[in-house]
């Protein structure tokens, strides 16, 4: 059974990033982010407001906003997504999953393609 997006969060991404360090490291912090409110549509509505699935930071920097997709999409489904927000944000680093598979992209070279873990705070903090 292919798990939806809530539980892909919580199941796989969550346990991925605390292994890794995010939000237990000094400094480290995980948050959602509003990136836009969503459009007016008239009669007091909006749109889907924009949401950041995940933003890391570390010393007070934004590093990079992951894309998360439930488990039965392709990994890189939310790539266009995840480009968009991380451009939104200045992040120079983002990351487009299903809790199995990671696709990482330098926002700042360009450079993109499939990584094993999540990088750790320095590591990520070392980079940029």
Known sequence: MSRNEAET????????????????????????EEIAPGRLIGGG???????????LYYKNQKL???????????YTEGLGQAKQ?????QTPYTYSTNGKKIYEVNMTT???????????????????
């Open 9 to 32: 969060r919580a199941e796989l991404i969550d346990p991925a990033l605390k292994q890794a360090g995010w939000g237990d490291v000094a400094g480290s912090r995980i948050r959602r």
């Open 110 to 128: 360009g450079q993109e393609g499939d990584v094993e873990r999540y990088p750790t705070p320095d590591e990520l903090w070392d980079r940029v």
């Open 85 to 89: 927000y991380a451009k939104k944000l």
């Open 45 to 55: 509505k909006r749109t889907k407001q924009d949401i950041a699935d995940y933003v």
């Open 64 to 74: 990079a906003v992951i894309e998360a997709k439930k488990e039965g999409l392709g």
